[in-house]
Each structure stands twice: as structure tokens, then as C-alpha cells.
């Protein structure tokens, strides 16, 4: 196995992976101490089209402002929002 062989069979791979799967085999390389040096010498990846949503996403599910636990602590968030408005009787 030649070293033009092995760049080629690893380029084919990491062609197939998801864009999830490059993240985690990008972490699995930085954490690694023989590749890590090279994965320092890379310019660092662009978060923002990494993380980027999806066209008519937020039109299909709108924007949610409030605080990061809100999905975890809704319950106790639309008590509170309903004492606010109405009173102890909510």
C-alpha cells in the first residue's frame, strides 16, 4: 500500500462522512497527539455555516426569545407567566 493510495482511500472516506460525522472525527484529531499538530496548523472551521439553519426553517417554527432552559423549565415558566398576568389563581 503506497502513501498515494492511503491520502486517496482517505479523501474518498471522508467524502462520504455527514457533516456531523466530520465534527467528531475533527475532535477525535485534535484530541490525538501526533495529529493534533497538524490539526493545529489548519485554519480554524467556520462555525456560522456550520450551524447555519435551514431556509424557511424558523419561518415554519418561528423565534423563541427566553432563557436557554426554557424548553426544560416550560412548565414552570407559563405558571409563572400566568401568575404575572392573572394573579395567585393560575
Do not use: C, K, N
Not at 6 to 29: A, C, G, I, K, S
Not at 73 to 87: M, N, P, S
Amino acid at each position: 500500500m503506497t502513501a498515494a493510495y492511503d491520502y486517496e482511500d482517505m479523501h474518498h472516506l471522508v467524502d462520504r462522512l455527514t457533516p456531523t460525522q466530520v465534527r467528531r472525527l475533527r475532535l477525535l484529531v485534535t484530541q490525538d497527539e501526533e495529529l493534533s499538530e497538524v490539526a493545529q496548523a489548519l485554519p480554524a472551521p467556520d462555525r456560522v455555516a456550520e450551524e447555519a439553519v435551514p431556509d424557511g426553517l424558523l419561518a415554519l417554527i418561528g423565534s423563541i426569545d427566553g432563557p436557554a432552559d426554557l424548553g426544560d423549565e416550560h412548565d414552570r415558566y407559563i405558571r409563572e407567566r400566568l401568575r404575572e398576568r392573572f394573579g395567585d389563581s393560575a
